[in-house]
């Protein structure tokens, strides 16, 4: 789907909560859309958003996110470093993907594959409990990574 096809679904959103697509919300969806995979916390999207619209306000930009998470449009998300940061979400799977987090670089990377399948079943099964959503985070150390406190770290872990 492209970025205008993303828009316009997330128009329809809004609408069906009560809600218009104002000129100050297009742009902040549109940072989220275009830095999809960037995991934006609410200052980084509004300092991208001012680029192109320099009368936005900050707290224009935080109700849009809080609005967009209520509406679970966006899913908000701490990672450990104190930053709240806004995530797309994905129609095409039921749950909300999973995240790979480098405890001393702060890298990220998503894994789309729901691993927590069974798992659900098995929680319904036994349990009685119905799983409406869930996110996984992983916090650890890439063996790849060229950053040189990570070098250290994965010393010390060995």
């Known amino acids: 789907m492209n970025l205008e096809e993303q828009l316009d679904k997330i128009k329809r959103q809004l609408m069906t909560g009560g809600y218009k697509l104002t000129s100050q919300r297009e742009a902040t969806v549109r940072v989220l859309l275009e830095n999809e995979t960037d995991h934006l916390g609410a200052e980084q999207v509004y300092m991208r958003v001012k680029e192109k619209h320099p009368d936005i306000g900050l707290a224009t930009v935080y109700r849009t ?3 967009l998470a209520e509406l ?3 899913e908000k998300m701490n990672f450990g470093d104190g930053v709240a940061r806004f995530d797309l979400r994905d ?6 993907h999973h995240h790979l987090i480098c405890a001393v670089c702060g890298k990220l990377q998503e894994i789309k594959d729901d691993w927590l399948f069974e798992m659900e079943k098995r929680l319904e099964r036994e349990y009685g409990f119905t799983v409406l959503d869930h996110r996984l985070d992983f916090t650890g150390i890439y063996h790849t990574c060229t950053n040189r ?3 250290r770290a994965r010393k010390a872990v060995s």
């Open 65 to 67: 996110l809080e609005l």
């Open 72 to 74: 679970h449009i966006v």
């Open 91 to 96: 129609d095409n799977h039921a749950h909300m």
């Open 149 to 151: 406190d990570c070098k």
